[in-house]
């Protein structure tokens, strides 16, 4: 028996009787087991015990084919923070820090059918409906809507462009050598923020972005006019605060796909993330570095008892702050926003990774928690008491994993898993590699529970009964098991493949993959899915819902080239681990 721990020399003798199993596996695979054995020595990460098994490949094709030559430059996401010497001197090498470097597909055909010998058919429909998708504004594409579900009798607002819902299509244009889309709606929404922006008499805060637009096109008058929405139109009148940080994350990922810098440097686009930043880094009465939030600021839209610190949003400010970080100028202006970031990223990854981290250990320490303590001694800062753990936590709990949890506040613990937040966590790298690996440890210990028959599992899991009744209002929408409370939603598929690639696990995305092509296109693109396991499409899910489809593609396309996986990962910090000072306030 062979096993891959032995490094890459144990890893070629494999090669050589794996060839005589007769089993035939594509290049893609082999490139991509390779790859992420390079990325996990690279990171620091282990190499063995998480890559695909050795006698599951056919490496005999590499024998007549050239080494795959990666070539990796340290670029400025990758310096740790001690090395920003503010004050002494400027970034160094700034016209290298976004060097396409494999990132930039930079083909009309659609990689999934370039790199791949066996393409699905899905691939084809997929991306006729997100081309039918495009809305355009003067002739110019700015984006995608939400759903193209003519069968719907409602349009409500999904014939409109999202932030959010973009970002995924956003990617799979980037991955196929179409950067002008996302150019045009970085610009159009960085125009729409400069727009007033009151509610009720109340006016928001300038950096505010909209939650989503609709182009209004008049043929008589040769006009496109542009309608946008800061909360004022939505469910419950809530701002988005998640549309900011995946504005900056979307920038990013532009910039490294396409290495074209001056669209970041752009002054509109400088004074875009300062505003951003301005209104998240802004100090006041709290006492923590995480961003209070309310119910329905983000991609679960709907009172779902997520008020207070939620996980999605902590790891979106994590990974905006940190993308934000390289791009912003060393000017007057700049300058002070970098040592502000600085700073924030210390306390905040200290914050998260103290005390929103759960695991076995971790939840037996908790469960013997004494209350009522005082003073910078306390070891239960939060004040939580120890009856108010649920019961299904000590039988979701395995041995072996762990995961970041909805929320922490005082008194209060939110033990749900939030699927968005643990996995953009590893791709920002708030998770620390153990971390990282613990989370995918987690989902494959708890596939029955998180994946089921379609991935992925929004949050599990799902508030029934009379918390139902008082934690959504009774919401019709989110019934258990449903839509937010529960619910499977395709789009995931993205994030989960990117998380699976980045800790080197890519036979679990594999395998989410082929559960999401088994029922995808024949069940007509559903927004989400109901029930325990994800077997029943969404009872109110639009069908041809554009970031299931965008997502789908986007992780098929970054399982066969991983060096898309860049755009939306950022490598750990080694000196993300500030020194823990004592308050300057507890004594007189």
Not at 475 to 492: A, Q
Request: net charge neutral; hydrophobic share 40%; proline share 5%.
């Amino acid at each position: 028996m062979c096993t891959p721990a032995f490094g890459r020399s144990t890893s070629v003798m494999c090669a050589i009787i794996v060839t005589n199993t007769g089993r035939r596996r594509r290049v893609s695979e082999i490139r991509l087991f390779l790859l992420s054995r390079s990325v996990l020595s690279m990171d620091g990460h282990r190499e063995a015990g998480s890559s695909v098994e050795v006698d599951d490949l056919n490496l005999s094709r590499l024998l007549n084919k050239p080494k795959l030559n990666i070539e990796r430059q340290r670029s400025f996401d990758e310096r740790s923070l001690s090395e920003l010497s503010i004050n002494v001197r400027a970034l160094e090498g700034y016209d290298s820090i976004y060097s396409p470097g494999g990132y930039r597909s930079g083909f009309n055909t659609p990689s999934t059918a370039r790199n791949s010998f066996e393409p699905h058919p899905m691939v084809a429909e997929a991306w006729d409906s997100l081309r039918r998708s495009l809305v355009h504004f003067r002739g110019q594409p700015v984006g995608t809507i939400a759903a193209n579900d003519h069968g719907s009798e409602e349009l409500l607002n999904y014939d409109q462009v999202f932030v959010r819902d973009f970002v995924p299509s956003a990617l799979a244009f980037l991955m196929n050598g179409e950067p002008e889309i996302v150019k045009n709606f970085l610009l159009k929404t960085l125009h729409l923020q400069g727009w007033e922006k009151k509610i009720d008499r109340f006016t928001l805060g300038e950096g505010v972005m909209p939650a989503s637009f609709k182009v209004l096109h008049d043929p008589a008058r040769k006009m496109d006019t542009l309608i946008a929405d800061f909360g004022e139109s939505a469910i419950g009148r809530v701002a988005p605060v998640d549309s900011g940080f995946w504005w900056i994350i979307l920038l990013r990922a532009y910039t490294k796909s396409t290495g074209d810098l001056s669209l970041a440097e752009r002054h509109e686009c400088q004074k875009g993330m300062r505003l951003i930043l301005a209104l998240c880094l802004s100090e006041g009465y709290d006492t923590f570095p995480t961003l209070l939030c309310a119910d329905g600021c983000s991609m679960i839209d709907r009172r779902m008892g997520i008020y207070g610190y939620p996980i999605e949003i902590q790891a979106l400010f994590f990974m905006a702050l940190r993308c934000a970080l390289p791009m912003l100028k060393h000017d007057a202006e700049g300058k002070e926003f970098v040592e502000r970031i600085v700073k924030r990223l210390h306390a905040l990854s200290y914050h998260m990774r103290s005390y929103f981290w759960l695991d076995f250990k971790q939840l037996n320490d908790i469960y013997r928690y004494k209350t009522e303590e005082y003073s910078h001694t306390a070891v239960n800062k939060f004040n939580v008491i120890p009856d108010s753990i649920p019961d299904w936590v000590f039988d979701f709990m395995p041995t072996r994993g762990g995961y970041f949890i909805g929320n922490v506040s005082p008194a209060r613990m939110d033990f749900r898993w939030f699927a968005l937040g643990n996995l953009v966590a590893i791709l920002s790298s708030l998770s620390t590699p153990e971390q990282s690996m613990a989370i995918m440890d987690l989902i494959e210990e708890r596939w029955e529970e998180l994946v089921g028959e379609m991935p992925l599992k929004i949050t599990y899991p799902a508030i029934e009964n009379h918390e139902w009744r008082i934690v959504t209002g009774c919401d019709p929408k989110n019934t258990r098991w449903s839509y937010h409370n529960g619910g499977s939603w395709p789009v995931l598929l993205w994030l989960l493949t990117a998380a699976c690639i980045k800790t080197g696990r890519p036979q679990i995305a594999r395998r989410a993959i082929e559960l999401a092509e088994s029922r995808l296109l024949k069940d007509g693109w559903p927004e989400y899915y109901d029930g325990k396991l994800g077997r029943y499409i969404g009872k109110q899910a639009r069908k041809f819902q554009t970031w299931s489809i965008a997502g789908y593609l986007v992780a098929k396309m970054m399982l066969e080239d991983p060096s898309h996986l860049g755009m939306v990962s950022l490598e750990e910090d080694k000196a993300m681990k500030p020194l823990i000072k004592r308050s300057n306030s507890w004594t007189c």
